[in-house]
């Protein structure tokens, strides 16, 4: 494995040629969506100008070519994140639809009404709400682990919150807003221990880090491919194979069944039981790209390579009087910093930011209790990939000070 070459890296990336507003593109908004390589683009060009064709279904060739690169890439997600069987990967539209078929096939079948579901005020809505919504449907307690003032878990509150009564425990293993990379492993132990499951939003993380769910000895993990320079659409549930196969599928139609009657049906075996109708075929094989992508720079190449860039930007910005940074330090967190800048409403700072042709993202970011936990309305973000550098932090600095000095305002 070649040593890493940012140069070589940017190289890969077409978008990042474009001007906005007259200026140079940088791109600080990752955690939302990666920019895709050239290698995943042609990847995908390739599948419709040559192999283009349903899968499971003809015996002719393109069917075939088609059929081979669509379970291909089932295979290289497996491998990429090291699960033990082929059929523990499910392909998704991405990580809510994965983390809603766990809440609905899973979560209706075990949970019963006063049992417990637990997760964390830092959650993505898409690791909220389902779980919102089976405690609803089955009248169980929603319970939440309580938080550390710089927004890390204290597994001592993880093991106080799950008792004998929790069915379920999902928690991110990166926090979209705070950075935060939780003790997964850990956390599923004290999961377990109690008799409970653990799922985990792994799309913070996955990009970004090994994953081994072995390893982690995960039930549940969910990630999607337009974070990790794959095309948007596409995602992996993985699921222990002895859990999935207890399990009913919430989608019906074509290719997931066995046996079809006038009054009832039967279902195929892992894992196209949870695939209904025609699958997400050129943007599977995308997501093959991608990870064949990031296999060739390394995850632990990645890793090292965010947390200079991150712990940079980290001290830069803190040198900026009246911004404040919400989360853990540099040593704790993944290639993201949210944050706001004292007197400039979060859209206000992204637009001036814009104008330099710097792109972040501001809002609530799909986390409205975390907002509240933070007493903010909305935070700005800037996140951090493979294809950023020192440079461009530097241009974002001296933006964030330029904003500062054209609003005027006194701290």
Known sequence: M?????NKVKADFPILNETVNGQPLVYLDSSA???????VIDRI???YNHENANVHRGVHTLGTRATDGYEGAREAARRFINAQYFEE??????TTTAINTVAHSYGDMVVEEGDEIVITQMEHHANLVPWQQLAKRRKAVLKYIPMQEDGTLDLRDVEATITDRTKIVSVAHVSNVLGTINDIKAIAKLAHDKGAIMVSDGAQAVPHMTVDVQDLDVDFYAF???KMVGPTGIGVLYGRKSLLNKMEPIEYGGDMIDFVGLQDSTWTELPTKF???TPLIAEAIGLHAAIDYLESIGLDEVLKYEHELTSYAYDKMSEIEGLEIYGPGPDKRAGL???NLAGVHPHDLATALDSDGIAIRAGHHCAQPLMKWLNQSSTARASFYI???KEEIDLLVDSLKKTKEFFSYEF
């Open 45 to 47: 060009n390739q599948y």
């Open 337 to 339: 910093i949210t944050f």
């Open 89 to 94: 990967v499910i392909f998704t539209r991405g």
């Open 224 to 226: 999607s491919g337009h």
């Open 2 to 6: 070649a040593p890493f070459d940012i």
């Open 275 to 277: 695939e209904a109708g």
């Open 33 to 39: 969506t990666s920019q895709k390589p050239v290698q």
């Open 387 to 389: 294809y950023n550098t």
